[in-house]
């Protein structure tokens, strides 16, 4: 089983940064993707931005340029540093990972959650 922890959220002012962390552990033979989704109050969850093993990056329109996803493999850990943050950037913010528990085995595994609130 894997788990993933998420940390950094909380509340911020409009132009402010976050950033936030997430670390994977448990059984873990290799992880392959690991990206930030967000669900806002009465609206569907929506990716924020993946990071592959090898480092390639995909974002949405509405955080390219202000946020910055990375990871650190030998940590099983992602990053997403969030700058020029506006109140529709409110959310919770969910941590996912895919990959495989062993050579047969795959895993897709979500964290808790945490709140990113932005004042206007």
């Known amino acids: 089983q894997v788990q993933l922890v998420e940390s950094g959220g909380g509340l911020v002012q409009a132009g402010g940064s976050l950033r936030l962390s997430c670390a994977a552990s448990g059984n873990i033979f290799r992880i392959n993707t690991m990206g930030w989704y967000r669900q806002a109050p009465g609206k569907q969850r929506e990716l924020v931005a993946d990071?592959?093993?090898?480092?390639?990056?995909n974002y949405a329109d509405s955080v390219k340029g202000r946020f910055t996803i990375s990871r650190d493999n030998a940590k099983n850990t992602v990053y997403l540093r969030m700058n020029s943050l506006k109140p529709e950037d409110t959310a919770v913010y969910y941590c996912?990972?895919?990959?495989?528990?062993?050579?047969?085995?795959?895993?897709?595994?979500w964290g808790q959650g945490t709140q990113v609130t932005v004042s206007s």
């Open positions: 990071i592959t093993n090898g480092g390639n990056t």
């Open positions: 996912n990972a895919d990959g495989w528990s062993s050579s047969s085995t795959p895993f897709d595994a």
